[in-house]
Every structure is written in structure tokens, then in C-alpha cells.
């Protein structure tokens, strides 16, 4: 596998994650209440991004390959759980 391919792979391995991302810290906006005090937009979905990153790696350890809906579940119920600590704070 050459560089390109490689780049190709894991561009496409992390493209979930960072859909995910930008979408929860959108929807977030429209349906949670309270404003988070000092995050922008970029940074609740770049903390979304690293956690939807985390999830698909341990998807990848755990299952030994990519693409399961259980990994891909995790991957939202933990980036939709870390946009709530990030707007309810941890009171």
C-alpha cells in the first residue's frame, strides 16, 4: 500500500467522526437551552471529533475490523454524551 492509499484509508476511516461532530454540535444549537459558557462551535466539534476518533479506534481493537453499527453506535451515543457534559457542565 502506497502513501496516497494509506492517506485515502484513514481519511476515510475518520469521516465519520467528523460528520458526527459538526452535526451533534449543530443540532446541539437548535435543541439544548442553556449556551455553553466559552466553546465555540469549532472547539465542541473538534472535542466531538476526538472523541468520535476514540470510539472508532476502540471499535477497531475491539471487533478487529472497521464498519460495525455497534461502533458506530458508540461513536454517537459518545459524541452526543460529551456535547451534553460540554453544555450541562459537570454540576
Known amino acids: 500500500m502506497g502513501p496516497l492509499d494509506l492517506l485515502n484509508h484513514l481519511l476515510n476511516f475518520i469521516a ?3 460528520w458526527v461532530a459538526v452535526l451533534v454540535a449543530l443540532v446541539a444549537r437548535i435543541f439544548m437551552k442553556k449556551r455553553p459558557l ?3 462551535l469549532y472547539a465542541q466539534a473538534a472535542i466531538n471529533f476526538v472523541v468520535g476518533v476514540g470510539a472508532l479506534v476502540l471499535g477497531l481493537w475491539f471487533f ?3 464498519g460495525k453499527m455497534a461502533t ?3 461513536m454517537a451515543l459518545l459524541c452526543a454524551t460529551s456535547q451534553w ?3 450541562r457542565g459537570w454540576r
Do not use: K, S
Open 72 to 74: 458506530y453506535t458508540g
Open 16 to 18: 465519520p467522526a467528523l
Open 85 to 87: 457534559f460540554m453544555v
Open 38 to 40: 466559552a466553546l465555540a
Open 64 to 66: 478487529g475490523h472497521d
